[in-house]
């Protein structure tokens, strides 16, 4: 986190010189390309540090082997992850039911597998966080605009 402080405190300078519907225009745009990025991310199945996700565990039952397909498909779609601006902010989120799972999956929290089935705790999968890359991304963002 101590480089996304120093990419604010960087930016922050710089965006002051903008009026006050430019630096909403430039954060839409921040959070619409961080929206993609995050989203490339989920289906690749990897963590922000460059980690892969933690796997999906075993069935029980008849025969041992993995669920199929990869997960986080559905809510990593436009309709459940969404890049907004607000005042001079950018911000990615999940919402709807998509944000619950979210939540559980990004801090490894309790829920039940089935309305009445038993409750497991899950991995930590990080989905929504900062790379280097995308730190670097927005890092370029605010010089091109500010350059041309």
């Known amino acids: 986190m101590a480089?996304?402080?120093?990419?604010?405190?960087?930016?922050?300078?710089?965006?002051?010189k903008l009026s006050p519907?430019?630096?909403?225009?430039?954060?839409?745009?921040?959070?619409?390309?961080?929206?993609?990025?995050?989203r490339r991310r989920i289906l690749a199945q990897r963590n922000p540090d460059g980690s892969a996700f933690a796997p999906r565990k075993l069935r029980t039952g008849g025969t041992k082997r993995l669920r199929a397909g990869k997960m986080?498909?559905?809510?990593?779609?436009?309709?459940?992850?969404?890049?907004?601006?607000?005042?001079?902010?950018?911000?990615v989120e999940f919402t709807g039911p998509a944000e619950r799972i979210a939540r559980i999956h990004q801090f490894g929290l309790r829920d039940r597998v089935a309305p009445r089935g038993p409750e497991v705790r899950y991995p930590s999968r990080q989905l929504l966080g900062f790379t280097a890359a995308e730190l670097e991304r927005v890092r370029d963002l605010i010089l091109q605009h500010l350059g041309g």
Not at 72 to 91: C, H, M, P, R, T
């Open 3 to 16: 480089d996304l402080d120093q990419l604010e405190t960087w930016a922050g300078a710089l965006l002051a």
């Open 21 to 38: 519907a430019e630096v909403r225009k430039f954060a839409r745009t921040i959070a619409q390309d961080l929206r993609r990025s995050q």
């Open 72 to 91: 986080f498909n559905k809510i990593s779609q436009a309709k459940y992850l969404k890049a907004k601006s607000e005042g001079d902010s950018a911000v």
